[in-house]
Nanobody, 128 residues
Framework: QLRLSESGGSLVQPGGSLRLSCAAS????????VAWFRQAPGKEREGVAC????????YYSDSVKGRFSISIDNAKKTVYLQMNSLNEDDTAVYYC?????????????????????WGQGTRVTVSS
């Protein structure tokens, strides 16, 4: 059974960068679409990025497009979320999620309900 564990969250100043990691155990990411979601206090969970199982297709929400980048290292069984030009609106708990049955397109409607495997989250705070 695939288990996920996020790391890399911390306090960062506006304009700064951060890289989050999502490590797999119990299985590899082969055949899984992997996504990053975030949830800010008092707000609904938002899907921000997703990568297909073959690493060829990615999706980004409008709120992070051009600033965030998702990538996968299958040898290390890790998915990364590189976050640049961070602002206070990026403050949230970030979760990675994976599922075998999600079809990834650049224009997909990324829904948390589509994913069955979740990590525990890592907190990102953007503040001066």
């Amino acid at each position: 059974q695939l288990r996920l564990s996020e790391s890399g969250g911390s306090l960062v100043q506006p304009g700064g960068s951060l890289r989050l990691s999502c490590a797999a155990s119990g299985a590899t990411f082969n055949l899984y679409a992997v996504a990053w979601f975030r949830q800010a206090p008092g707000k609904e969970r938002e899907g921000v990025a997703c990568i297909s199982e073959d690493d060829r297709i990615t999706y980004y929400s409008d709120s992070v497009k051009g600033r965030f980048s998702i990538s996968i290292d299958n040898a290390k069984k890790t998915v990364y979320l590189q976050m640049n030009s961070l602002n206070e609106d990026d403050t949230a708990v970030y979760y990675c999620a994976a599922d075998k049955w999600v079809f990834v397109t650049p224009w997909m409607n990324l829904k948390s309900q589509s994913f069955n495997s979740w990590g525990q989250g890592t907190r990102v705070t953007v503040s001066s």
